[in-house]
C-alpha cells in the first residue's frame, strides 16, 4: 500500500473515530451520562471496600472477579469522561491532515 493510500485510510479512520467520540461526549454531557458515571463510581467505591475489609476470607476468585469489575467500570468511566478530550485531539490531528495535503 503506498503511503498516500495509508494517509486516506488514517484520515477516514479519524473522521470515524471523531464520531464516535463526539457521540460519547454528548452522552456524557447529558444529565443520564453523569448519572452513570457516578453510579460506576458508587460501583467501584463499594468494590474497593469489599477488597478492603474482606480481603482475608476472599478467595482468589473472588479477589479476581472483584478486581475485574472494577477495572470494566474504570475502563467505562474513562471512555465517558476523556471523550471530550479525545475528541479535540482527533479534531486536531485532522486539522494538521488537512494542512499537509
Keep these: ?5 495509508t494517509q486516506k485510510k488514517q484520515k477516514k479512520n479519524n473522521k470515524t473515530e471523531l464520531e464516535t467520540q ?3 461526549s454528548a452522552l456524557y454531557n447529558m444529565e443520564g451520562g453523569k448519572m452513570i458515571v457516578g453510579v460506576l463510581v458508587k ?3 463499594a468494590k474497593v471496600d469489599t477488597l478492603r ?3 482475608k476470607d476472599l478467595t482468589m476468585q473472588e479477589f479476581i472477579s ?3 469489575e472494577m477495572n470494566t467500570k474504570i ?3 474513562e471512555i ?7 475528541k479535540d485531539y482527533i479534531k486536531k490531528l ?4 488537512l494542512a499537509s495535503e
Design 1 to 5: 500500500m503506498n503511503h498516500h493510500m
Design 22 to 24: 463526539t457521540a460519547i
Design 43 to 45: 460501583d467501584v467505591l
Design 53 to 55: 475489609f474482606k480481603y
Design 66 to 68: 472483584i478486581s475485574a
Design 75 to 77: 475502563d467505562l468511566i
Design 80 to 86: 465517558l469522561t476523556q471523550a471530550e478530550g479525545n
Design 94 to 97: 485532522l486539522a494538521e491532515e
